[in-house]
């Protein structure tokens, strides 16, 4: 969700800019544009609506050259999609600011810079933060200490980037809340939200501490935590290179990351399974010991991360015994909540970077009432792994596809480790029960690897879905938080509306929407809720349903009229939530081509939900 980058270097960085902003397309965005000081130390300002591609046209019809700038892609929240609201802002032609995240109090200040002459050009709350910079330099004569001055006025969180004329050889940029990173080269810096941003000019990162703010002057660059202390950070080497975000053969990054979805499971595995027997003994400080106190679980995130969560309920309380609860973060840290003695808080997030996520785990934290805080998460520099207590990372690699994939199944893959564990700390299963579930994770990426045979015949099945405006998707048991899932990619990005339920509430409601023109999805794995899940199937045939059943080769369930099998291939309970998902996931990929809609970057949608 809105995305910054910023150089500071010794050539042109018009080019490093363009392609910076080109690498954190998939966050989401409706408008770029870009400031460079020129060699008269000139603001030279292009701003364009709509893709990266179009800010692109417009440098090469009047190309910028200078040795400092930034850019940025917006995500509306304060004022239309426009070129007049896109990023940067200027003030009195001195000033050029970038900014991800929601200043709350802009209303208030924007009234006040306006009965101090300033003119608004934009509708953004961004623009305060510029006139207000300008406003608080002016007034104190020092450009550090204004900047300073300047954002202990705002309130929200942000990250913001800013140029000055009157110091061409000056970059300063301030954290707070609002994931900023520093790329080092020889003689050169660089600032971006995104580690893939500046892949194509350096490994070497610093990831900046809330509160943080970087002068960079004169070729040398200075860190100040949220006291005004000078400070130095680890400077961290990126594994990514620049082919890890290519979409290779594949037509779509989401596509890719579909099919990358066995050797991501492994990578998840690696060297915490044997084809038997569980590696891990705890996670960090959260270590056997600790755990076998744990007698409650909480489970906080949002989206994609939030089914995941609803789908290990199931396990945490059929291998470990223990009460768990899933909640979605924005509702969590907005009411009071009632934690049992020994609770454990997990968290789930795909970037790591996720506001409502991190706003409740600091509230967590805050509270003192968990027995402890548990991360799991695909980014290991990420802000949500440096401020739990114990981390597990999913190594699924960068997943550039708005609409989450690889991402969603080694999150299961993860918990189901966490439970596993947990289990073992608690005793709750004898080794043959825990070796049975392990040898099915063990070899659930053979299973994946087969399933996505079945692509082809889910293609000729998304046909039916094209000219659809309402599809709904069934499950029971583990399955039904898989349906959620199945129904949110479907409307993510082909704009169907769709629904998850449980089967057995076909009764309580959703059967008054069963007619011929809606779609019924249902997920029928070989277990004990197949017959009751079958009755379910019949009312929805019975009423001129058209049901379409995904389920596996040994089940007894026949077509007829109304009722079309997608038969998969078979697996253990244990892995049929992961392993099920990947045809749903298909089904929503060759719908949304289908329907010609932008697969990648859905609209209105945001990869990394950085703002509340």
């Known amino acids: 969700m809105c995305g910054i980058i910023a150089a500071y270097a010794q050539r042109n960085v018009t080019p490093i800019l363009l392609e910076g902003l080109r690498r954190m397309e998939y966050r989401g965005y409706d408008s770029a544009g870009i400031s460079v000081l020129d060699t008269d130390h000139n603001i030279n300002r292009t701003r364009a609506l709509g893709k990266v591609a179009m800010l692109g046209d417009k440098l090469e019809k009047t190309p910028m050259q200078g040795g400092i700038g930034i850019a940025h892609t917006r995500w509306a929240t304060h004022g239309e999609p426009s070129e007049a609201n896109a990023h940067p802002h200027n003030s009195s032609e001195q000033f050029s600011v970038v900014h991800n995240g929601i200043i709350e109090n802009h209303e208030t200040l924007r009234s006040e810079l ?15 933060i510029v006139h207000l910079i300008h406003q608080e330099v002016k007034k104190s004569n020092d450009y550090l200490k204004g900047v300073n001055n300047a954002v202990d006025r705002l309130d929200g969180a942000y990250a913001i980037a800013v140029l000055n004329t009157d110091m061409p050889d000056r970059l300063v940029a301030v954290r707070r809340g609002s994931p900023l990173l520093v790329g080092l080269g020889i003689g050169e810096f660089f600032l971006a939200s995104d580690t893939a941003a500046l892949i194509p000019v350096t490994q070497e990162f610093i990831y900046l501490e809330d509160g943080d703010v970087v002068d960079i002057n004169e070729g040398s660059m200075t860190i100040f935590d949220e006291n005004g202390t000078e400070v130095k950070r680890p400077v961290k080497v990126s594994s990514l290179t620049a082919g890890s975000t290519d979409k290779g053969p594949y037509k779509h990054y989401m596509l890719k990351e579909i099919y990358e979805q066995p050797n991501a499971v492994r990578a998840t595995l690696q060297d915490r399974i044997t084809d038997s027997q569980l590696l891990l003994n705890g996670f960090g400080d959260l270590d056997l010991n600790l755990l076998k106190q744990v007698k409650a679980i909480h489970i906080v995130a949002c989206g994609t991360s939030y089914h995941a969560g609803m789908t290990s309920k199931y396990w945490f309380e059929e291998y470990t015994n223990t009460p768990c609860t899933v909640e979605i973060a924005s509702e969590y840290r907005y009411r009071p909540v009632a934690v049992p003695e020994k609770t454990l808080y997990i968290t789930l997030s795909q970037s790591g970077e996720t506001a409502d996520s991190l706003a409740a785990l600091d509230e967590v ?20 792994t440096r401020e739990a207590d114990a981390t597990l990372l999913t190594k699924a690699g960068p997943e550039i596809g708005v609409a989450s994939t690889k991402a969603f ?91 998850g339920y449980p089967a057995g509430e076909l009764k309580h409601g959703p059967l008054a929407l069963i007619d011929n023109e809606v779609p019924v999805v249902a997920i029928a794995p070989n277990n004990n809720l ?22 596996e080769e040994d089940t007894d369930i026949e077509p007829v009229d109304g009722l079309t099998l997608i038969k998969i291939p078979g697996c253990p309970d244990a892995v049929k939530p992961l392993l099920l998902t990947v045809p749903l996931q298909l089904l929503s990929y060759h719908v949304a081509v289908m329907r010609g809609t932008d697969v990648d970057q859905p609209r209105n949608l945001a990869k990394s939900v950085t703002v509340e």
């Open 409 to 499: 199944t080694t999150q299961l893959v993860a918990l189901q480790l966490v439970a596993l564990t947990l289990a073992k700390a608690k005793e709750t299963q004898t080794q043959e029960e825990q070796a049975e579930i392990i040898n099915a994770l063990y070899h659930s990426p053979i299973t994946m690897e087969r399933l996505l045979m079945v692509d082809r015949t889910i293609e000729h099945l998304a046909e039916v879905f094209v000219e659809k405006d309402h599809a709904i998707f069934l499950g029971r048991g583990p399955l039904f938080p898989i349906a959620l899932e199945g129904a949110l990619k479907l409307k993510e990005i082909s704009y169907i509306h769709a629904e």
């Open 114 to 128: 306006k009965a101090a002459g300033y003119e608004f050009t934009s509708q953004t709350d961004t623009e305060v």
């Open 365 to 384: 934290k805050k509270s003192g009432l968990y027995l402890g805080t548990l991360a799991i998460c695909n980014v290991p520099e990420s802000t949500l």
């Open 530 to 551: 197949l017959e009751k899940l079958k009755a379910n199937l019949e009312e929805v045939r019975t009423r001129g349903g058209q049901l379409y059943v995904m389920t």
